[in-house]
């Protein structure tokens, strides 16, 4: 496929990917894709990131039913960062971090210190099974 070789693949063959959700406009987390990630998620139209810790394809949603619908895939003008638009599905609408919260990015830095801004929308321990 043509249209992934114009991706700018890190030394490790992967780029990273924002996923922000399309009524929102929130950024809901941050993740790699490799090329086969790439591939999956435009023809699924659902997120397929890169587990760096893992080292496998990982399909959001597999294990907590957190899905992304992909509306649409971006690159940016250096060609080495992706940008997904999408609709977060599940069992609990709108949960798309791995903390029970809507969006990986809820630490704020107030005056010196993290703070969460975002409440936990479900514990964990009722998502993941172990």
Same mark, same amino acid.
């Given at each position: 496929?043509?249209?992934? #070789?114009?991706?700018? @693949?890190? *030394? #490790?063959?992967?780029? $990273?990917?924002?996923?922000? =959700?399309?009524?929102?406009?929130?950024? %809901?987390?941050?993740?790699?894709?490799?090329? =086969?990630?790439? *591939?999956?998620?435009?023809?699924?139209?659902?997120?397929?990131?890169?587990?760096?810790?893992?080292?496998?394809? @990982?399909?959001?949603?597999?294990?907590?039913?957190?899905?992304?619908?992909?509306?649409?895939?971006?690159?940016?003008?250096?060609?080495?960062?992706? %940008? %997904?638009?999408?609709?977060?599905?599940?069992?609990? $609408?709108?949960?798309?971090?791995?903390?029970?919260?809507?969006?990986?990015?809820?630490?704020?830095?107030?005056?010196?210190? @993290?703070?969460?801004? =975002? $409440?936990?929308?479900? #514990? $964990?321990?009722?998502?993941?099974?172990?």
């Amino acid at each position: 496929m043509e249209w992934l #070789d114009q991706i700018k @693949w890190d *030394a #490790d063959g992967l780029v $990273p990917v924002i996923a922000q =959700e399309q009524g929102s406009g929130d950024v %809901l987390m941050f993740a790699w894709m490799n090329r =086969e990630a790439v *591939a999956r998620t435009a023809e699924l139209g659902q997120a397929v990131y890169w587990s760096r810790s893992r080292r496998k394809l @990982w399909h959001k949603g597999e294990e907590s039913g957190h899905v992304q619908q992909v509306h649409s895939i971006r690159m940016d003008c250096d060609n080495d960062v992706l %940008l %997904l638009t999408i609709t977060q599905h599940g069992h609990e $609408p709108g949960i798309a971090c791995h903390t029970g919260r809507h969006s990986c990015f809820f630490q704020r830095l107030d005056n010196g210190r @993290w703070t969460s801004v =975002e $409440p936990v929308l479900k #514990d $964990p321990a009722h998502i993941y099974k172990s």
